[in-house]
DNA sequence: CTGAAAGCGCTTACAG
DNA sequence: CTGAAAGCGCTTACAG
């Protein structure tokens, strides 16, 4: 049905090897040989069967990408700019859902990937030791791990800003929504940006009460939970830092279900820069999703392609201004 | 560095091809040499060489899934529901970002999948003459073509619904937010659902007024836009059935933003049910995004394993009632 | 610049 | 139930 090397060879009238050099663009083939060939494979429209030429070659033009979610928007946008690099390099992108970071252990990939990219999985995670045992480039996304590349944001300073705005706006019953300890969420996250904001709670001379800070399990729903115990307390906060914009676009919910008004009653500021976010009108920290995912797309490549060592980027966030925050009133 | 299957074969005191069939599973081989095999397997870490198995058998194990978009709510649901189907078969998914239909024409897939998924692409995009040229087998998401499996939604009872609901409620004058003709939205959904609601605005005696249907790009800004559009309507309408939850977010935004409330002022219906439509509150007709990649996978690979033929199923949607709808003042 | 040949590592009729 | 052998379709030193 598909027409072989050999077909192409016999057409050109050279060997196969000649074909497989002059298709790829190799070195020393003549000008001419290469134009008999390249037509030859044009008529008899062919195209080279990638097991074959997997199997003789052992590169597999193929990334896997380990994920715990598709569908929350860091993790699509971070796809997207993924695939868009893969796509610009002619590598196949095969995805794989890992909501836990146990189910693989990289056994699926064995033998059919040049490198792998984690998104977010915890160093400790069975998967990532699975990951090793390939022996091909790692690229980990905001988690640090030793021997792979990797695309961190700078979550502390990100926090700083976020919690310094209030601050400076004349807040001083300040609140902290935090991002759950799910293996999809990684330890270093939660924790940064929690330490970001004590760092200029602490400047600012101000206390961080322990009755102000709620966990909202990353979702939505966590985010109406936890504010909705954040309006409980008494006094209540003038002011929530809240850690993911999906949590406070719960929490701006129950702020309006209370019949209270953001910004007049209570500021709210989140942390992504969701595309929701200019719906609701939120005041937030920018994260480039989309970026991180190509450059840690370009990272492994590099490793794959050239050989190069693993590299780590930092990126810097950066503060978004607008509706939900304003001086606390009175 | 990796165990070859003559190395098992060695271990193991028989021949390559008796190594294939017992890790296979395959009949006729004992179990006692079963067991040895299996053994002498697992002492090597042996895995079988994808590319070999493959360029041998012919079989990919592979599906190739070309989306318009990964970040939006429908597009990530129904990957999510796709990728759960594979895992479990054992297949792996590649994905392919194709926003207009027309880069791919399938060449890079060409001998490396045994079927092929396309979500919400038109019959006449490049992509799908390509996909046919692959002579593998292809579902298609919302759109019916000729030769290839299908899943459907009844987006003429859905919208059907909506209307409905805003009639019963007592409105007269009501508007319709409409999707974009972008290649990425089926020419048949857009038209389906304004025809659910023309057949039902009919069936009430009520007129569609053109001055009260206008486009929203199927983005939230475009929502955003139309809602503003049609607020400047005078007398203004009561009722709006936009169709998609994302506008419809959008043109939720506008109506605060204008000082009106809603359901008080005016009532407003989407369709999805968007995970954040809960936030919102917004009654809208729902679609089971991720239930649909499931189904479709499944029907795609019931023709690469079973020699099934393509099958076609159409989804119904139900109507969720929130708090955006309520009969119209006075 | 080009060809002949080995090798990549399996699967699958075919015999027995 | 099992083995020997052909075949899948390339890539890559190695010679020349």
């Known amino acids: ?7 192409v060879a016999r057409r050109a009238g050279v060997s196969a090897g000649t074909v497989s050099r002059a298709l790829r663009g190799l070195p020393n083939v003549s000008e001419s040989t290469r134009a008999r060939v390249m037509s030859a494979a044009a008529e008899l429209n062919y195209t080279v069967s990638p097991s074959a030429s997997r199997l003789a070659s052992g590169r597999m033009s193929t990334i896997g990408v380990i994920t715990p979610f598709v569908s929350r928007w860091f993790f699509a946008h971070v796809i997207h700019g993924i695939e868009e690099v893969l796509q610009a390099a002619h590598f196949d992108l095969v995805l794989y859902i890992d909501e836990d970071g146990t189910t693989f252990q990289s056994l699926p990939m064995r033998r059919k990937v040049d490198g792998v990219l984690l998104l977010t999985l915890p160093p400790d995670s069975p998967d990532v030791s699975g990951v090793r045992t390939l022996g091909v480039p790692v690229g980990s996304l905001h988690v640090d791990i030793e021997g792979f590349s990797s695309v961190l944001i700078d979550d502390v300073g990100g926090s700083s800003m976020a919690t310094d705005h209030l601050v400076a706006l004349g807040h001083h019953r300040i609140a902290m929504v935090t ?3 799910h293996p999809s969420v990684p ?6 940006r929690s330490e970001g904001f004590r760092r200029s709670m602490e400047a600012a001379g101000l206390e961080v009460n ?4 709620v966990n909202g399990e990353s979702t939505v729903e966590g985010g109406m939970r936890a504010g909705a115990e954040l309006l409980s307390r008494a006094p209540r906060p003038t002011a929530i830092f809240v850690q993911s914009d999906e949590m406070a676009m719960g929490v701006l919910h129950i702020i309006r279900r209370a019949g ?3 910004p007049e009653d209570i500021s709210v500021v989140g942390f992504d820069d969701h595309e929701l976010s200019s719906v609701f009108d939120l005041t937030t920290v920018a994260q480039p999703a989309r970026a991180e995912g190509a450059l840690l797309a370009h990272h492994v490549l590099d490793q794959v392609q050239r050989n190069a060592p693993p590299q780590t980027t930092t990126f810097t966030t950066h503060l978004v201004i607008r509706g939900t925050t304003a001086p606390p009133q009175g």
């Open 1 to 7: 049905m598909n027409a072989s090397i050999e077909d």
């Open 179 to 181: 991002l759950d300890q």
């Open 187 to 192: 330890f270093r996250t939660g924790r940064d």
């Open 210 to 213: 322990p009755h102000l800070v």
């Open 260 to 262: 209270l008004r953001c």
